[in-house]
């Protein structure tokens, strides 16, 4: 294999790998834990494949001392899981569960034995349930409740974690969640994600006020961000490329970073965003230490009334399908390009988008370090005659997006550090079991873990930049 180019990775930088909470843990009625949207969701009939849930997924919770000892294997500085709210207050409000606590104080410990820098987000959609009950991210209560359940795990851990994040990808939790559907609760209802995307943010900034009065602490946020392009420079291509980008990454940038909500948005939603007080604005735009940003694929939307244009010029519309409720809305459809190669997801595979975005981050918002806090593919692994999974699709994602950072860098953007999506095979959502993610593969019926070629590769990565 050659050489990648490391250079521009200062000795510093922070190489890791990414789980979240109910994709791995299992263990979904011990230590005290309280129900979650995704327990009831994946309970639900139809809602994911094979009907998978989280009971099990990689039984972490009882497994994370041989997890931590891959990581201590695989060499990463650093590392990125979630916490489990319903673990720390089962119905989402109120005294803390002790055991929930202790479970995470002694992942901390693990990794810190290990030299590895823990990296908690604080949420990765597992609501409480009894939250939801009480309208879920579309009441304005939730965010209250979020900060205060924010304060409890920073109070718990801020005396040996020293980086955090707020919330990951609010996009996912407010859109997938609230209109499309495909994620819990399950709702499709645009007025709804608008409200839910208001109060997730409103969260974030009342969880950072909370945090900074008991932790001097970096603090985050993560968003799921990406470059929209138009099939074409057809008019209606242009203006439905530039709403898909306002729903996907302005609609939380401009807020975080401007104090506002982009104006385009305003108009064409209206309700909570158009409502939303400046003071709330100001909450939600206080400084923070360095933004995450999980980036796995690039956009092409084209306008519908233009599908047949872009199919003459070879480009791939799949319309077998109703259209969500997103596009439904803007009147748009994702298209692809022939020849563009696609991961396991279906999506396209483009580092240079990864290079694109940044520079845009950096140009149009801020010159806050930023953290790739995921970055991955699925492939279809398989374990060969040999025991081992040749994984050599993701040795190539993992590489080409390692290089378009350097690209980035080269550019000028401060790139702090890079988290593999995911350390271990599991929990794919509304995709169960699936779709393979991690490094490292996960055999569901014994649990048995086997390293992947890309872990070794990465583990080859990191071990050639930190000897520089
Ligand atoms: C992201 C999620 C993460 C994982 C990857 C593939 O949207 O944050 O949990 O499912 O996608």
Redesign the pocket.
């Known amino acids: 294999m050659a050489d990648l180019e490391l250079g521009n990775f200062g000795r510093d930088f922070l190489w890791g790998t990414a789980t ?1 909470s109910y ?1 791995i843990e299992g263990a979904v009625t011990e230590g005290g834990r309280g129900v979650s949207i995704w327990d009831t969701f994946s309970k639900s009939p139809g809602k994911v494949t094979n009907g998978d849930t989280g009971e099990m997924a990689c039984d972490h919770y009882h497994r994370y001392v041989q997890d931590l000892d891959l990581l201590a294997e695989l060499g990463v500085s650093t590392y990125r899981f979630s916490i489990a709210w319903p673990r720390i207050q089962p119905d989402g409000s109120g005294q803390p569960n002790q055991e929930g606590i202790d479970f995470y104080s002694r992942l901390v410990d693990g990794l810190l034995e290990r030299n590895i820098t823990p990296v908690p987000t604080i949420y ?1 959609w597992d609501l409480p349930q009894s939250l939801q009950d009480r309208g879920g991210w579309t009441a304005r209560d939730t965010s209250y409740r979020f900060a205060d359940y924010a304060g409890i795990v920073t109070e718990a851990l801020c005396d040996r974690v020293s980086h955090w994040i707020t919330l ?2 609010p996009w ?1 939790s407010a859109w997938l969640g609230y209109a499309v559907g495909v994620h819990a609760p399950g709702e499709r209802d645009l007025n709804a994600a608008v409200s839910a995307t208001h109060h997730l943010l409103l969260g974030h900034g009342l969880a950072l006020q909370k945090m900074r009065t008991v932790a001097d602490a970096q603090i985050g946020i993560t968003l ?1 961000l990406s470059v929209v392009r138009p099939a074409s420079q057809d008019q209606a291509d242009v203006d439905v490329a530039r709403m898909v980008d306002g729903n996907l990454n302005r609609i939380f940038l401009d807020p975080i970073f401007k104090k506002s909500y982009p104006s385009d948005l305003v108009s064409h939603y209206g309700g909570t965003i158009e409502e939303a007080t400046s003071d709330d604005l100001d909450i939600i735009g206080q400084e923070i230490d360095f933004l995450g940003v ?1 980036f ?1 694929f690039p956009s092409i939307v084209t306008s519908r009334q233009n599908i047949d244009k872009a199919r003459a010029n070879g480009l791939y519309v799949d319309t077998s399908r109703q259209p969500n409720l997103i596009d439904a809305d803007f009147d748009s459809a994702g298209v692809h390009r022939m020849g563009v190669k696609r991961t396991a997801m279906d999506w396209e595979i483009e580092a240079g988008a990864l290079t694109e975005l940044l520079v845009r981050i950096h140009d149009e918002y801020s010159e806050l370090p930023i953290m790739i806090t ?1 970055n991955g593919c699925a492939s279809h692994d398989y374990v060969n005659p040999s025991g081992e999974v040749l994984d050599d699709d993701r040795v190539e994602y993992l590489e080409s997006h390692i290089t378009a950072l350097s690209n980035a860098i080269d550019k000028g953007v401060d790139v702090a550090g890079y988290f593999v ?1 995911s350390l271990l095979d599991n929990f ?2 509304a995709y169960g079991y699936s779709r393979r ?1 991690g490094i490292v593969w996960v055999d569901y019926e014994t649990q048995r873990r086997i390293p992947k070629k890309s872990f070794h590769r990465y583990k080859e990565i990191i071990a050639a930049s930190k000897a520089r």
């Open positions: 979240a994709q990765h990951n990808e996912c799921n999980n796995y995921e999506w794919e959502w993610f």
